[in-house]
Structures are given as structure tokens and as C-alpha cells.
């Protein structure tokens, strides 16, 4: 069973920057596509980015298109989120997730395999 692991979060003022990284665990993660999603308090969980199997087609949502940068290493079974020009409206606990697909699509549903989730704080 693949495993994942979120890291990186923190606290950072706005206009800043962050980097998260999400380790596999097991042998299928460069067998499909990864996502990054996020949850403010009270509400749902909505994606962030997503990235095909091979890396080389990525997706975002609105929000966080032309500042956020998602990337993989399947050497390493890691994929990362570059935050920057991080806003407050930003703040929210941050999940990477292994998608059932080989392309990322934008629906939770389309994801099965999750991480703990890592904290992100942008200050005002």
C-alpha cells in the first residue's frame, strides 16, 4: 500500500514562498498522475495542481495560476508544490494525493490514495 507524506508547510508572511514535498512510499508512484488539494476550516477540500505521470503536463486551479508550481521526481517518488506570492487567502491544510488516472483531473473523487495533510499560515 502506497504510503504519502506531506512536508514543508509553515508560516509565512504574505508576498513569501514555500515549497512542499510529498514522499511515496512503494513501487506505483510514477504509475499515475499526483495532485495537490486544499482545505480552509468549514470548507471543502478543493485541488490545487495536478501533474501527469511523466511530468510534463500540468494543471492548476485559477487561484493559484502564474504562483504555484507543481513538479515531480519519480527517481525520488517525490512530487513538490512552489508556492509563491503567497496571499492569506492562501492559508489552508495542504493534501497530496495519488490519483486512480494517469492524467490529474480536478475531482477529489478521482483520488485514492492520501497524505496527512501539512499546515500552511500566510499572515497578513
Known amino acids: 500500500q502506497v504510503q504519502l507524506a506531506e512536508s514543508g508547510g509553515g508560516l509565512v508572511q504574505a508576498g513569501g514562498s514555500l515549497r512542499l514535498s510529498c514522499a511515496a512510499s512503494?513501487?506505483?508512484?510514477?504509475?499515475?498522475?499526483m495532485g495537490w488539494f486544499r482545505q480552509a476550516p468549514g470548507k471543502e477540500r478543493l485541488f490545487v495542481a495536478g501533474i501527469n505521470v511523466s511530468g510534463d503536463m500540468t494543471y492548476y486551479a485559477d487561484s493559484v495560476k502564474g504562483r504555484f508550481t507543481i513538479s515531480r521526481d519519480n527517481a525520488k517518488n517525490t512530487v513538490y508544490l512552489q508556492m509563491n506570492s503567497l496571499k492569506p487567502e492562501d492559508t489552508a491544510v495542504y493534501y497530496c494525493a495519488q490519483s486512480i488516472l494517469r492524467i490529474p483531473t480536478t475531482y477529489v473523487i478521482s483520488y485514492n490514495i492520501w497524505g496527512q495533510g501539512t499546515q500552511v499560515t500566510v499572515s497578513s
Open positions: 512503494g513501487r506505483t508512484f510514477s504509475s499515475y498522475a
